[in-house]
């Protein structure tokens, strides 16, 4: 058995979330967490809600409210979204005045200082006189002196980079969108090029996804020096650093966010239970965060967790890029988006998991077509699953033994289940692959063949197993109906004969919920032609 802390980047509080948001780490870092579970190991889940973010400020500048009410209108419709989902953490705080937070940001911070790692310098800054903002985040954008393209000033959402602010062209305000001029102030600042050694070698260990590699390598064979970790006048956690309006930004606070989330845990279900997984040196921790999260957690926060003697080195970063929404990319501002809240209304929220995995852009970009939505669960996954379980009704016993099912049920599972079990491996993951390969199996169920029930009921397990991870309600729902124990399903993969008779309870069964067509017609004026 093994231990492991998943962690998803922190949701900032400034909107809820959308199926875009449920596309990268969210649901990945939960498919992750039940994978390892389901193959024995012990997981701690844990997140926060990024309530130090420079966009939660600018939100309450633009509707005049305040950091704390944003935060808390948000952070209650996100942790509500997250469940719709059956995206279920064992912890998920939020931050503002959090103590916990504050103690963890401290305990990152001072040693760092320890270490030698922090220093602090001049740096200029924009400034917008007309809206007293100054440009290290929300507040400013320019071009992107590494890749070109429109960013803040703090991570780069195209290329990951921390752009130059000395570099850079055209800073801009992105309250009044007139320039800024530029100020000096100091920051202060981690001695970044320190730490490129130890990260080289510990990514030769810690492979995951080749955009990521690369990144790594680019970073540490770059001549980036210097990283700013605290902001003058600006949004940030106080009292951790002098003088008094000097505040350290959440980039710097990622890695303490889950530390925090653990120590809250802690008081709440007894000491040390959630600590103690940092505290072992054995635990890996797996980040899931979008490409733009890149450098703080592949580069800073390894090299932060080092300076702590007590806690595990081990961590492994998983990177996401972005899904489109019908080819567009979303936009909450022009109201291009499917709010989570708003779809599990219409789709059953296992099989809505089970196409944004499909759909994941875990290498390249991906897209999610609404219609495509519709026409996949209601024409191809549904119609195959209803007549599996129609199929194993028939008697309302059964036995099933894996040496004497039909040859070409057999196939089905010698084909596919050393390529689930790549896909749910620690370092090879991938959600998409899991996905694809229930979708190719329960495709390949829907065949002519005259299968007997024993064929039926093996296949429908058979799926209901590699789901588990994906459509954990669904695939629970059929293993309880044939009163199976999930441990003895492990057999199947190491080609152990699983012989068990069934008495199936037929009100456990699952059903299909087929998507209304007034739901399309709601949503993206699909007419019946386009349909047929
Ligand atoms: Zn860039
Ligand atoms: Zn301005």
Redesign the pocket.
Known sequence: MNKYIVTFAPPTPNGDLHVGHLSGPYLAADVYTRSRRLMGDDVLFVSYSDDYQSYLLKKSVETGSTPDAVCKKYYKKIVKSLESVNINTDSFISTINNQYFKDAVKLFYSSAVDNDMIDIGEFPVGY?S??N?YGYESFGRAECNFCGSSSDLSQCENCAYPPDIEQVKEIK?S??K?DMVMVKGHQEYIKIDQCYEYITELMAFNKTRKALSEFVRKITNSTIKKWPISRDNEYGVDGITMPENRRIHTWFSGIAGYYASSLALDTSVGKNTATNYWKDKNTTIACFVGYDCAFSHAIVYPSLLKNIDMFTNKIKIFTNYFLKLNGEDFSTSRGHAIWLSDIVKEVDPDFLRLYVAAYSPEEECDNFETLDLYRFLNVKIYPVLDSLISGVKINNVGHVDSNSVDILVKDIVDRYKDKWLFAIGPSTFSMKNIALIIIDVIKESNSDNNFNQNDLAFLLIFIAYISLPVMPVFSKKILLSFNVDEKELLNIFTNKNIDFKFIIDHKKLPKCTYIKKSYLDNICNITDSVLA
């Open positions: 917008c007309r809206c903002v305000c309250l009044c007139n």
